[in-house]
């Protein structure tokens, strides 16, 4: 069981409690980002800007068991289909019975976007955020491992 995380848009303070965690369980630790972030972590993997590259490049370096950090949905589909556990930087985990719903949203809300309309961007993140985040992290660990 690894950790991987999607690096590009992760908050500070899921990455310093994954390296935290990963490291007290003994366990190894990838982050992959694009070379415009800055990034410090046992095992960075830098990738270019293009579009969806680290998301692709997650995706090919994910193995069933490994846990997957991120906040995008159909990153997040991939590796639940490789048999990994998703979570987000919030804490909730993905799971394969909501996933294609989460997809069809996306969907739903992209085509809405695309016809001059806005939506609401993510609520702004709170200490509870951070707190969730571990819990959930830590409880994925003890059940896997």
């Known amino acids: 069981m690894r950790v991987i995380i999607d690096a590009d848009a992760c908050p500070k303070e899921v990455l310093v409690?994954?390296?935290?965690?990963?490291?007290?369980y003994g366990l190894e630790i990838f982050t992959v980002a694009n070379f415009?972030?800055?990034?410090?972590?046992p095992n960075h993997i830098v990738v270019g800007d293009n579009s969806q590259e680290a998301d692709i490049k997650i995706a090919n370096l994910t193995r069933a068991g490994d846990i997957v950090?991120?906040?995008?949905?159909g990153l997040a589909a991939l590796v639940i289909g490789k048999g990994a556990v998703c979570l987000s930087p919030s804490g909730r985990e993905y799971k394969p019975e909501t996933i294609e719903f989460l997809l069809e949203e996306r969907e739903a809300k992209a085509k809405f976007r695309r016809g001059g309309n806005r939506t609401k961007g993510p609520?702004?993140?709170?200490?509870?955020d951070d707190?969730?985040?571990?819990?959930?992290?830590?409880?994925?660990i003890s059940r896997k491992g």
Do not use: M, Y
């Open 123 to 128: 609520k702004k993140r709170q200490a509870a």
């Open 131 to 140: 707190i969730n985040f571990q819990v959930a992290l830590e409880e994925i």
């Open 17 to 24: 409690g994954c390296i935290t965690l990963a490291e007290s």
């Open 69 to 73: 950090v991120t906040q995008d949905w």
């Open 36 to 41: 415009n972030h800055v990034v410090k972590s």
